[in-house]
């Protein structure tokens, strides 16, 4: 059995892409045993020796953090802190994400600054390599002091209460508790507070949406390399050249792209009867190489994130201090998605043009590329499909991050609004992929009417596989079939990693 063992060591993408794909169990490294368990005895003795007020751990929470509570009642205050602010509603957050929370809750908790018992992250280390995911929702989170609603949901079954799911049916968790023999955990001081404040709602869909980003930007650009060959397109406005002197590095690497994948192809290669192409084609390294600068900063914001500690207050054991700050505060998350949601679709809305230059019959191809235009309607509809579907991303796209409202009773003045970015975001990546896949079932198409020429062997090779899903429209049938197998091709794709983030 292969293992991931949690340690101080940098997260990178590989890594957790590695982990995800190859579903490798986890486990903690000795070092973060012992920080684990030097802080949550450095945190027992604190409260032995002290009446000090230390927010969280002997206090109430956020408005309530003058109100002093009793050592008797300590381990009490965590649990209702858990159960309390399970608000969550609405949609359910997809199991792989959640999966991916629970992960790094347990990465943030093993830096041995947040005071929890080492049998509590184990149990949800137990939790992980069993499959035995929590219920989340993507309502409830105001992306400050933490993503408490959703954190507290993914909390709950430790203390045997919620739903997780379990071997493809959602369960109460204490039923699955039984099943494996194990006892709930009684959280003591502080344990709640840690597991509920951090961003790992937030960073889970920053993570997730990375790699599903990565993965969009490489077929924008082999998509649209199809698009352009099947278009009659020009190669010039690709020419190494061009991008040296306005040297953007998304730039060089999108029209690297499109040199290699349309190498060889005996369409570009042909002698032109224009001298330029349309702004969706000719500024691809442009417009898709911004929205790649645009995800290796996003990139830069989240690896950061998922690489620190976030729940409060903060214990440092050398220094002897226990700090409330506010780490857990998701502004630079917010910015971030908000950032990616414009990003992605700008790809999306290109996208759309290129698919409607296809059929608007020019450049020798039919209108609406079909034979018998007219009694069939061919491609027409799936370009107001795309065109529906692009809108739809401009209005996600509008920004989370310069909303707030006060919460709390005033305390908690200010907030994010990144959770509601997060789930934004993947919903305009889900968009990306269905006007991608209309844009290469309008391609693949019009690639027909360029035969006995070829594209690239590797654009031929991509083509083959994809015809074998979607054939060739002859005449008018139902198009949404087409258009569903045409978004499962697309995800069905596995591109390595080095590929995409090279």
């Known amino acids: 059995m292969s293992f991931h063992t949690i340690s101080s060591k940098y ?18 490294s000795e070092g973060s045993i012992a920080k684990i368990e030097a802080c949550r005895a450095y945190l027992d003795a604190k409260l032995k ?62 830096y041995g600054h947040s005071g929890v018992q080492l049998s509590t992250v184990q149990r949800l280390i137990d939790f992980y390599n069993h499959d035995i ?13 933490g993503d408490l609603a959703p954190l507290a949901h993914l909390s709950l079954p430790l203390l045997g209460k919620g739903e997780v799911y379990f071997e493809g049916e959602i369960v ?43 993965k969009l930007c490489y077929l924008s650009d082999l998509i649209g390399s199809v698009s352009l060959d099947s278009f009659d397109g020009r190669i010039d406005a690709f020419d ?15 029209a690297e792209r499109l040199r290699e994948f349309l190498s060889g192809s005996e369409l570009i290669a042909r002698e032109k009867q224009h001298i330029q192409d349309p702004y969706s084609f000719r500024c691809m390294p442009q417009v898709h ?69 296809l059929v608007s019959g020019l450049r020798g191809l039919p209108a609406f590329l079909v034979d018998n235009p007219g009694l069939n309607s061919g491609f027409m509809i799936p370009q107001y499909t795309a065109a529906s579907i692009v809108s739809a991303n401009k209005q996600l796209a509008t920004p989370a991050s310069v909303d707030s409202i006060v919460s709390s009773n005033g305390q908690e003045d200010h907030v994010s609004m990144g959770a509601n970015a997060a789930v934004q975001a993947l919903d305009v990546l889900n968009n990306l992929e269905r006007i991608l896949a209309i844009e290469l079932f309008n391609a693949s198409q019009a690639m027909h009417f360029r035969e006995p020429l ?42 390595e990693m080095d590929l995409l983030i090279n």
């Not at 990178?12 to 903690?28: C, F, G, H, R």
């Not at 190494?240 to 999108?254: A, D, F, I, M």
Request: charged share 20%; aromatic share 8%.
């Open 11 to 28: 997260l990178t993408l590989p890594v957790i892409a590695d982990i995800l794909q190859n579903n490798l169990k986890i486990k903690l």
């Open 49 to 110: 020796d002290s009446e000090t007020p230390m927010y969280g751990i002997n206090t109430g929470f956020g408005s309530l953090y003058n109100v002093k509570i009793s050592k008797d009642n300590l381990a009490k205050l965590q649990e209702n802190l858990v159960m309390s602010h399970a608000c969550g509603t609405g949609n359910l957050v997809p199991e792989e994400i959640v999966k991916l929370m629970l992960f790094l809750k347990i990465q943030s908790l093993s």
């Open 133 to 145: 995911i929590p219920v989340v929702y993507t309502q409830g989170s105001l992306g400050a002091s």
């Open 172 to 214: 109460p968790s204490e039923v699955v508790l039984k099943q494996f023999n194990w006892q709930p955990v009684v959280l003591q001081s502080k344990e709640g507070l840690a597991l509920l404040n951090g961003t790992q709602f937030m960073s889970s869909y920053g993570i997730y949406s990375l790699i599903k980003s990565l």
């Open 240 to 254: 190494e050249l061009v991008h040296l002197v306005r040297p953007h590095n998304g730039q060089l690497k999108t």
């Open 289 to 357: 190489g911004a929205s790649k600068d645009t995800v290796e900063y996003v990139e830069k914001v989240f690896l950061t994130e998922i690489n620190s500690v976030t729940d409060n207050p903060n214990i440092f054991i050398a220094e002897d201090k226990i700090i409330s700050g506010g780490n857990f505060h998701g502004q630079p998350l917010a910015l971030a998605f908000d950032f990616l949601k414009i990003a992605m679709a700008e790809l999306g809305n290109i996208s759309e043009r290129r698919t409607f230059q």
């Open 454 to 495: 070829k594209s690239s062997e590797f654009i031929e090779s991509l083509l083959s596989a994809y015809r074998e899903v979607v054939p060739f429209v002859s005449d008018d049938r139902i198009l949404h079939n087409d258009i569903e197998a045409s978004v499962d091709f697309i995800r069905s794709l596995n591109i």
